[in-house]
């Protein structure tokens, strides 16, 4: 069932490849088993255009990766052991860069929106609640990965907490809808 399961995912992908192609008198798709462990089996393709991919599955032959390049810059969808969505990262020399998403594990709503520049989490993102496009957080940080601002929602999408962050001559200054105004100073 495992090896099944394996070659239909296989070949509706490379369904999905042929049906891209430009040229379609060159119809030729290199597979090859790259290797295989105890919990991870590895294909590696090559489509008639050129385009590399890389494709994972786990121990019960459940798709678990798909990478859509073998330089150290691309593309990876993740998949969890429900065979759910888990995240979707684009990766610049190997580290997060760019806008990655992460979905629930049960029901594959998206979870969350992040930004993120060589593996440092920057700029906006957002958290919504399960099953929902209701908004849980809004979130915003600096290009040293520190968050500064955030907003949160309860599930009746109303105000629950605001937080800001700033630095102010040589002071951190905090300040929450729900606590006081903190500062911490320094010299």
């Not at 995912?9 to 105890?38: A, G, M, P």
């Not at 809004?138 to 999408?157: A, C, F, P, Q, V």
């Amino acid at each position: 069932m495992k090896i099944m399961k394996n070659r239909f995912i296989l070949f509706t992908f490379i369904i999905s490849i042929f049906s891209s192609c430009e040229n379609k008198n060159s119809l030729v798709l290199n597979i090859n088993r790259d290797y295989s462990t105890q919990n991870t089996t590895c294909y590696n393709l090559l489509s008639p255009s050129g385009q590399k991919f890389l494709i994972t599955f786990d121990s019960l032959g459940n798709l678990d990766m798909v990478r859509n390049d073998l330089s150290t810059n691309y593309q990876t969808i993740y998949y969890n052991s429900n065979k759910q969505l888990h995240s979707i990262v684009k990766y610049i020399n190997n580290k997060p860069d760019g806008r990655t998403y992460f979905f629930y594990e049960n029901s594959g709503f998206l979870e969350g929106d992040f930004n993120y520049k060589g593996d440092i989490k920057t700029g906006n993102a957002v958290l919504y609640y399960d099953s929902s496009v209701m908004l849980k957080e809004t979130m915003l940080y600096n290009d040293y990965g520190e968050l500064y601002h955030r907003i949160k929602y309860d599930r009746t999408g109303k105000l629950s907490e605001k937080k800001v962050v700033t630095v102010q001559n040589n002071c951190l200054v905090s300040w929450t809808s729900v606590r006081r105004r903190l500062h911490l100073c320094w010299t």
